[in-house]
């Protein structure tokens, strides 16, 4: 039994409770009859994806784009987020008249499995116990958040993607919709990501875990049921990680060596540096709308992703006579997600014989980048899109 | 009053009151009549420099070479460590018959001012109140140590040095001596290092010092006498800085994406990764060792180093006239401290008219190249010493 509803706004509550009732969301749920199958080797039911869609899905159904957001994303693509009350993730690239234009393409954005934006996750409940799963949440895998958007696509009776797009993580559920279901995708974007976590990121990862999981409050995980939350932790594992986002030239570029309201050092650990006042404002904001037990479900789905491994170690298996027409895009400043990993995608869609280009967009800003005002980013995703729409027959 | 004596070694006893008698180590210590005048507009008195030598010093007292340690390194350059029970963190270079030669130098490490292996810090005991200082200690900088140690130079009688040299926060302390005291420096060798901490070294240390007051032992830095030990945030402090003391190249040639004693992965929250693992036992290794306040002090006093704001901005001036050789030496895969710091200090040397030869090892082994196996490294500190003994009329 598959229902989809549209919950209703409210105008307080608790951000965990966002898990069950997303505001400005609709759900698709799935009981019983409809489990999502696991790489874990277990089964998630019943479980329920939050999301959003823009746009108009037109008669034939052809011009629909699954936009697939980072790990610290969620479905509020465009328009005002119910929680921080801030603008969309990616209204840069997304809207009316934008490269990702919601007057020609139906765009959907579903919260992955394991987040905390309303599609099931660790924060959400357990319904044979009935208090939030916690860290009895199954590990999920970045395959598994792509299993659960191919269920949701079932339900809304679309076949067939014009396009599936998405940066960081986001790029990772792309590249495996190409390897999983390339019948059911056009054209694709991964942007600034890898077929696999490098030992460098998986290391980043784990001391934002460690970060996390130090802090007393987190409670085994359990600290929604036994009260408390682990803000520092994440706030500590959110700083770290936020640095990897950004370049050094970003930093240097922003901060400098700038003291913050002063012309001369405190002698102090208060925040002296701008730098580190931004890094302190950024982990304390995060913390407001960011469930932790999902900030260690969803960088395990990082580090366990590598796309080659299931396919015998050869990654251009994974390929294999692709249909789909595929734009890959890094920044010259990700050092997260440098551009030799994107050659390595390209290396193997054209040892795939796939149609396959490729851009590396020169900017000081990181990996952040594809969230940023970057012109020739917009410019590549337009006239790929606009290339793939004349070869798929959309207006 | 000054008087030097050799602390008795002892069996066991707490790490931190290794702050008080240093084992396997001098003390210098300064009394009343010699206060250690700090950039924070005070002065520390009394204090102490714990310090260990090797070799001897000639006749003429011409031979001496003072070794600046890092972060987290302390005096025991070679040798076995009274804490750890490991060798010496330099003994690759410093040795008989090595590149810093200890049959033909008289060399000197003191343990830096604000550190925990004996020189008065933090966690030394404040004679105004009887316990430890904590946060109550002024914030030091790079001048500061350099300071205090031109006076264990004049404590031990030794007006000039022959070389001075060190790695990474040791690098930083020798070229504030070749701008501090030009005239008792004759060859310098600042190794993987730069005039001032980038806005994205600032913002990693400034992740690690929340990680440490993020822990709820911390209490606000009175653990000792208060009770407790803030080991988890220090662990995860030590862990995110371990990651910038090595490249990805060699994370991923030393782990790869290889699996912790088994063939898959586990979908838990183990350390799955062998990187993982060598994480968490760098950052437990770590606490048994270091002090959690004395990391905050000498992450700051990087923080605030920046030897051209001490010369009207102009970096030249900090080395005008100096009669000092300096070889500048980085490592190509050093992101903590690219090459490109390095060649500011040389172009700053040039424009001051000095002595500067300057060399870029490519390794792949990161910043921590300075500590590790490298043959170049070697020839070239051998081969500069060589001349510069020479020219000194060193045997």
């Keep these: 039994m598959v229902e989809a509803t549209t919950s209703p706004s409210r ?31 277990v089964s998630l039911s019943p479980f329920q994806i939050a999301y959003r869609t823009y746009g108009t899905l037109n008669a034939a159904r052809t ?3 699954l ?18 009350g801030k603008q969309g993730w990616w209204e840069t690239l997304v809207g009316p008249g934008k490269p990702i234009d919601t007057e020609r393409y139906f765009i959907i954005c579903p919260n992955v499995v394991g987040a905390c934006m309303g599609t099931t996750g660790p924060s959400s409940i357990n319904p044979k116990t009935g208090q939030p799963w916690a860290l009895d949440f199954p590990v999920i895998t970045i395959r598994d958040m792509v299993r659960a958007q191919a269920m949701l696509l079932d339900h809304l009776g679309i076949d067939s993607l014009f396009a599936v797009a998405g940066g960081s993580m986001g790029g990772m559920q792309v590249l495996q919709w190409c390897a999983s279901y390339p019948q059911r995708v056009f054209a694709a974007l ?35 049921t036994e009260g408390g939350n682990p803000t520092r ?36 650990f208060d925040a002296d540096f701008e730098v580190e006042s931004y890094l302190r404002h950024q982990g304390i904001s995060f913390v407001e709308r960011f469930d932790a037990n999902s900030y260690l479900y969803l960088t395990r789905a990082m580090d366990y992703f590598d796309l080659a491994a299931d396919y015998g170690g ?16 890094s920044f010259t400043s990700d050092w997260l997600f440098p551009t030799s990993e994107s050659r390595a995608i390209v290396h193997a869609l054209n040892a795939a014989g796939a149609r396959v280009s490729f851009a590396e967009i020169v900017t000081d800003k990181g990996h952040d980048a594809f969230l940023l005002e970057e012109p020739e980013l917009f410019g590549i995703v337009r006239g790929f899109l606009d290339g793939a729409g004349r070869a798929r027959g959309l207006a």
Tied chains: 1, 2.
């Design 314 to 329: 050869v990654l251009s298996n994974a390929f294999k006579d692709t249909p789909t027409r595929i734009c890959v895009i």
């Design 11 to 41: 105008s307080a509550g608790r951000r965990v409770r966002e898990a069950d009732e997303p505001r400005e969301s609709l759900i698709a749920r799935f009981g019983a009859d409809k489990p999502l199958q696991l790489d874990a080797g």
């Design 190 to 224: 991964p942007i600034a990501c890898a077929t696999r976590h490098s030992a460098q990121n998986i290391a980043f990862h784990e001391v934002g875990r460690q970060a996390i999981m130090a802090d007393p409050e987190w409670k085994g995980g359990r600290y929604e």
């Design 63 to 65: 011009n629909a784009v």
């Design 233 to 268: 932790g994440l706030a500590v594992a959110r700083m770290g990680a936020h640095i990897t986002y950004l370049s050094d030239a970003a930093l240097h570029r922003k901060f400098g060596r700038k003291f913050q309201d002063r012309a001369n050092p405190t002698f102090s």
């Design 67 to 84: 936009v697939c957001h980072a790990l610290t994303g969620d479905q509020h693509v465009v328009g005002r987020h119910p929680v921080t």
